[in-house]
């Protein structure tokens, strides 16, 4: 745990720790500790509070803001069969913007003290400690935040009554990986396909970092060119 002469004190908040190992952040970050007991990130009670959620907040919380989008739609006048496609198309976005943030976002480099402290809230902290599970899904405060800005954004490209609908299929797209990711974490499928899909997604966290950025599928690391070896996503752990 020594980068730079710093130390990493793992029994004491982690978050403004973190940021003092600058160029070594990055080996650091992904050495994982494996263990279901999840570190402190702040002193304050507050703050700690904010970063720990139980899954089934997830689709408890969205799943009814998920219909309440698609409504709006249908009362404007889109039919079942256009609320369907809608929701389809927003799913599928958002499976592109799934693996987009994963990539760009979720793996840049980083080693500035602030730039470090923040990649470790957003994403270091999972791969660090990859089997906390109170902290595998995003914090509902923070997508509430996120979902102002993707409504306009979707605004400049959708019609006032197409636009709902749309949102709604992202979120529900939202909702539908951080259930996944949780599940790749913590459940145990006995289906072929999900198993394929834990198999995948744990290669990720435990052999190359730098590749296999699907979480909900493989599909756009078919297409950019990010698919890991075969024979490293058949080995077991």
Not at 53 to 62: K, L, M, R, V
Request: proline share 7%; charged share 15%; glycine share 8%.
């Amino acid at each position: 745990m020594v980068a730079q002469g710093f130390t990493v004190d793992l029994n004491k908040p982690l978050v403004f720790q973190v940021g003092h190992l600058g160029e070594d952040y990055q080996e650091w970050v992904h050495q994982p500790i494996v263990s279901k007991e999840g570190p402190r990130f702040f002193e304050s009670d507050f703050w700690e509070f904010l970063t720990r959620t139980a899954w089934w907040a997830i689709p408890s919380i969205w799943l009814p803001v998920v219909c309440w989008f698609i409504s709006m739609s249908y009362r404007m006048g889109h039919t079942p069969l256009e609320l369907f496609l809608m929701v389809v198309f927003g799913v599928f976005v958002w499976t592109l913007l799934e693996y987009t943030l994963h990539r760009f976002l979720f793996h840049i480099k980083t080693k500035s003290y602030w730039g470090n402290t923040l990649h470790y809230l957003l994403h270091g902290c999972h791969h660090k400690h990859p089997m906390d599970s109170l902290r595998l899904v995003f914090p509902p405060a923070a997508t509430a935040i996120l979902l102002f800005p993707f409504w306009n954004l979707i605004k400049l490209f959708a019609t006032p009554s197409t636009t709902p609908c749309l949102v709604g299929g992202g979120l529900l797209g939202y909702v539908m990986y951080d259930v996944t990711h949780h599940y790749l974490h913590h459940g145990q499928p006995s289906g072929e396909t999900a198993r394929n899909l834990k198999k995948y997604h744990l290669n990720h966290h435990f052999r190359i970092q730098t590749l296999g950025f699907g979480i909900t599928s493989s599909l756009w690391d078919k297409v950019f060119g990010t698919l890991p070896p075969p024979s490293k996503v058949a080995e077991k752990r």
